[in-house]
């Protein structure tokens, strides 16, 4: 079995085990924080699944594009398919940028991004369905997102003084995604465009990696209905 990791239950996963944050099981949670997929082991054998309103504000949005995480309990076979990844001994985990869910000048943010994980024999991740809200008051026709990974043992630094040389080892942004937003809103996409294996290419030898590796997830640039732009900027100011 494959997990989904819905937008209502933040998890950490290694290998077999999932823990719930214990601050969940009192609070009305409004995004994913950590989502961890372990290298060493065969495949993940997770479901979370909680529904709760603020999942609702996705099925309210009319006439969008369709897309298969429009559908989250009749994806295609194909969706579940994980490209090779690399070999070796290493973890990943992934979630949105936190410093953007904290800025309110930033008007689409990532509020979930879930994972995949394939087969031992392949050790690939695929980024899955992830969640974006549009904070803005002008509808967006179309979204850029963007993808830092760090050293796991660097997101302290992180927290406390943002991205600099040292610890960012990749960051890069997508080709825009075309969908609609409606003004104040969420939308489920799918978020594989994003390839762990091309992320951490250039970081493997000879085709194997190791280490323990966090992604970051976060939006580029955003196009709204009305022509206008919002761009974050670069990774390292």
């Not at 995480?69 to 090779?84: G, I, R």
């Not at 973890?91 to 991004?113: C, F, G, N, R």
């Not at 280490?211 to 732009?229: A, H, M, R």
Request: proline fraction near 7%; glycine fraction near 8%; hydrophobic fraction near 40%.
């Amino acid at each position: 079995m494959v997990g989904l990791l819905a937008d209502s239950l933040a998890c950490k996963v290694r290998g077999d085990h999932v823990q719930e944050n214990d601050f969940l099981r009192n609070h009305k949670p409004t995004h994913l924080y950590l989502v961890t997929i372990n290298g060493k082991h065969s495949f993940i054998r997770w479901v979370c699944l909680l529904v709760i309103p603020t999942l609702a504000c996705v099925s309210n949005a009319a006439a969008q594009s369709v897309n298969p995480c429009d559908n989250p309990n009749n994806l295609p076979s194909s969706f579940f398919e994980v490209p090779q990844g690399p070999q070796g001994t290493w973890t990943a985990s992934l979630s949105p940028e936190p410093q953007q869910l904290d800025d309110s000048l930033v008007p689409v943010v990532v509020v979930m991004a879930g994972a995949i994980q394939g087969p031992a024999n392949r050790r690939g991740m695929r980024l899955g369905c992830g969640i974006l809200r549009n904070r803005a008051q002008t509808p967006v026709t179309a979204v850029q997102l963007r993808w830092v990974l760090v050293r796991n043992e660097d997101r302290s630094v992180i927290s406390q003084k943002g991205y600099t040389p040292d610890t960012v080892l990749q960051e890069g942004h997508t080709p825009p995604i075309e969908l609609s937003i409606p003004k104040e809103s969420f939308r489920r996409t799918d978020f594989s465009i994003i390839s762990f294996a091309a992320v951490t290419k250039d970081l493997a030898k000879e085709g194997i990696l190791t280490g323990d590796y966090f992604l970051f997830v976060g939006v580029y640039e955003v196009l709204f209905e009305d022509g206008s732009v919002w761009n974050s900027g670069p990774v390292l100011k």
